[in-house]
């Protein structure tokens, strides 16, 4: 038996939950509720990080580590390794691309992935080398070095650099259910990526957990959060590699808490499965990265326009006066939202006919202001034996039991509720059906939320671990489960939406996805606050979901809990049209939060920023379409571009939206000059025209009505006229703006 290694993890508690009120939604008493509510968000926000203070000691575990493998004969595109307890499989799929498996057992389960869609590759030269005790894999461009006692994986590339290797002393190892893996960390080496987390842009010297939660309130420290994505990018003197540990139970990652030498990830159960991508250029593991779990589709053009929601609009008389202030300001949307409170009773796929008389009539008359309608749609099915979703859903057998083989039951909004089990093919079949109603009243589009599965009243704030799913006919625990819940009903409203209308392209947003998640819904980083922190806060976290595949993506502009300064929401939604996912949206209780909503002057600012989106539409819509073809993120971090640039690297503050645009938002109260550093080219500054030579910093006027925008030297930006909604009229005239550099400059 190996020595115990100790393991620390920051153990995360959410900051505070959302007001359970199941049969209410009277706006005055929200406002009273909403008071009590700032207070109890400073005060939990104090525990959870006395919490996690705590949660930084070492658990202790009995880890098996192999000691020694024999090593079957090499196959077409790999090896198999195994001692009398465990066996490894090292498999080739692309010459840049390597799959590792390790399981306690004599032999493998199902080899099957809910993030994975690209199984069949072109067979990979690999040659084989056996020396001494090691045996070599090579490829065109990386070598695979597997020491057989103890048993170790280390990866070079052709040159014969180490790129990546196992810790010295630790490797693959597991205790129990439980698998984990140690790498070496070198001083120099930095880590992006790990889907939506807080903190700053690098994630070295922190560790992070795996598990989707309702995080009303989170901050800067609160972990996890609402989405699984357990893959980052590796960065070492201008050279990357990925890591993609594909693992749906609660897993963690420690980039260096533990020791500074060695980082680690691992999971609760399962197999210990990765996937290494080599770079060395941190846009071609992505490439490769998102070719193995597929990309986000091409979005219709209304879906990136600007989008207007608050938790809630009604009645009817209120949504079309939103409507009504939009196009008499001028001021350009394409989206409004419906939250809970248009549905009866908190039952999805239900309209509250006293707030909502006529849907279809107001649908269609919002349409022709230009108008989309997006409706909530949760998971939660009301207990209630007259409705129709909770009766098909008891005939058909669709909802997650407990072990004993009787429905699950939570409560969430509606009161006590069943939960779909989305991992079942036929009852996403069933849940893709129930969207025909809504559709066929008008709706546009949907936004799923408290898909983590969310729970309330009780601590987990989740199901309970042994709560039954069907996985694909395993009869799988929840603890297996959870991280892809959320996406899987991502899937099933996707395919509800494309069987209802083939010929349009469907617009989900949702709280709560997995690695591969971006194959179905765009993504929003759920319940933040009204706080300049939380400004700052989310550029580097949008940075990050970007590398981790996730394109379409955006945080609530002006903040979600509490409410806005003037100057913070204006400042925010500079930032926010450079969102891949631009919409405002807000708590109830707090003030409104519409771009009219702060005063003459700030409306003007507002519609201005707005209005710039508009303008740079064609240009926004060709870098999608090359983020749908490659995976490589719209919102980009200078790292992507400039690997090899360590000022560029650690920018957290700034990037490149799309390939010749270079965003550096106002992130602090009160500034009007701000320090933009600017990389490696020529650039111009998008409001002057000014040339500025690149590799240094720069400070210029950023007054309240302008965020420093920079053009990169040769670009050429497409660009139309004004338009109140994305389809109001033809792009006529397709302007191009042409920034010269070189020759071209005479």
Request: aromatic share 14%.
């Amino acid at each position: 038996m190996n020595d115990g290694r100790g393991i620390m993890k920051r153990e995360s508690r959410p900051i505070a939950e959302r007001e359970l009120d199941y049969h209410t939604a009277d706006i005055p008493l929200a406002r009273k509720r909403c008071d009590l509510s700032r207070l109890r968000f400073f005060l939990f926000h104090l525990v959870a990080v006395l919490i996690w203070l705590s949660a930084l000691v070492p658990l202790r575990a009995e880890w098996r580590f192999i000691g020694g493998v024999q090593a079957a004969q090499p196959e077409a595109n790999g090896i198999t390794l195994h001692d009398s307890q465990a066996v490894v499989s090292v498999t080739v799929l692309a010459p840049d691309l390597v799959r590792l498996r390790l399981i306690p057992r004599p032999s493998f389960g199902p080899d099957d992935s809910y993030a994975v869609i690209k199984t069949e590759w072109p067979q990979a030269r690999i040659q084989f080398e056996s020396q001494g005790g090691s045996r070599i894999l090579r490829t065109s461009e990386i070598e695979v070095r597997l020491q057989l006692s103890p048993f170790r994986v280390a990866f070079y590339d052709r040159a014969g650099r180490l790129i990546s290797k196992d810790a010295d002393g630790l490797g693959p190892a597991w205790d129990g259910a439980r698998v984990r893996c140690w790498k070496w960390m070198p001083p120099d080496e930095h880590y992006f990526g790990l889907g939506e987390k807080g903190g700053l842009l690098d994630k070295r010297g922190h560790a992070y957990v795996m598990w989707n939660t309702d995080a009303y309130g989170w901050g800067d420290t609160t972990d996890p959060l609402y989405v699984t994505v357990p893959f980052f990018i590796g960065l070492r003197s201008g050279r990357a590699y990925g890591i993609f540990f594909d693992n749906t139970w609660r897993s963690s990652f420690d980039m260096g808490v533990e020791s500074p030498d060695h980082y680690s990830f691992g999971a609760e159960g399962g197999e210990l499965n990765y996937y290494f991508f080599y770079g060395p250029d941190p846009k071609k593991v992505i490439e490769r990265y998102t070719e193995l779990v597929g990309r986000m589709s091409l979005p219709a053009r209304w879906t990136i326009g600007y989008h207007q929601s608050r938790y809630s609009y009604y009645p009817e008389s209120n949504v079309r006066l939103i409507a009504d202030n939009f196009r008499q300001r001028h001021i350009p949307c394409d989206a409004l939202f419906l939250d809970i409170h248009y549905m009866d009773g908190y039952r999805v796929f239900t309209w509250d006919k006293s707030r909502f008389p006529d849907p279809p009539r107001l649908l269609s008359d919002l349409r022709r202001q230009g108008f989309r309608v997006v409706t909530i749609i949760d998971p939660g099915i009301k207990t209630d034996p007259t409705y129709g979703a909770y009766q098909q859903g008891l005939a058909g057998n669709y909802f997650v039991k407990k072990p004993d083989g009787k429905v699950y039951v939570g409560k969430v909004w509606p009161g006590e509720s069943a939960f779909p089990d989305f991992t079942s093919d036929r009852v996403r079949q069933w849940w893709a059906s129930l969207y025909k109603g809504l559709i066929s009243d008008g709706v546009a589009g949907f936004w799923n939320d408290m898909n983590e599965p969310a729970v309330f009243e009780v601590p987990s704030k989740t199901m309970d671990p042994d709560a039954v799913f069907d996985d694909r006919g395993r009869r799988s625990p929840h603890a297996k489960v959870h991280n892809v819940y959320g996406m899987l009903m991502s899937e099933g409203t996707r395919d509800g939406m494309l069987k209802a209308r083939p010929n349009e392209r469907p617009l989900v947003i949702t709280r709560d996805t997995y690695a591969g998640g971006q194959r179905y819904a765009a993504v929003w980083t759920g319940d933040n606050s009204s706080l300049w922190d939380h400004l700052r806060l989310s550029l580097p976290q949008l940075m990050n979901m970007g590398i981790s595949g996730l394109t379409l993506t955006g945080a609530d502009i002006g903040g979600f809990a509490l409410s806005p300064s003037p100057e913070l929401y204006t400042r925010w939604l500079e930032a926010g049209v450079f969102d891949p996912y631009c919409r405002t949206h807000t708590a109830i209780g707090s003030r409104d939060q519409e771009p009219w909503s702060f005063g003459y002057r700030m409306e003007q600012i507002n519609r201005r920023s707005i209005e710039l989106r508009y303008r740079l539409l064609p240009y926004l819509y060709n870098a999608f379409r090359e983020a749908a073809d490659t995976g490589v993120p719209i919102m980009r971090a200078l790292l992507l571009d400039y690997p090899d640039d360590p000022r560029a690297v650690e920018q957290n503050y700034e990037f490149l939206f799309g390939n010749d645009l270079l965003v550096a938002p106002v992130v602090k109260s009160d500034e009007t000059r701000w320090a933009v550093y600017l990389p490696r080219g020529l650039w111009y500054d998008f409001w002057t025209d000014r040339a500025y030579e690149g590799s240094r910093t720069v400070t210029i006027e950023a007054p309240l009505d302008r965020i420093p925008i920079f053009v990169r030297g040769g670009a050429i930006l497409p660009t139309e006229q004004p338009l109140n909604y994305t389809d109001q009229a033809p792009v006529d005239p397709l302007t191009f703006e042409i920034s010269p550099r070189g020759d071209s400059a005479r």
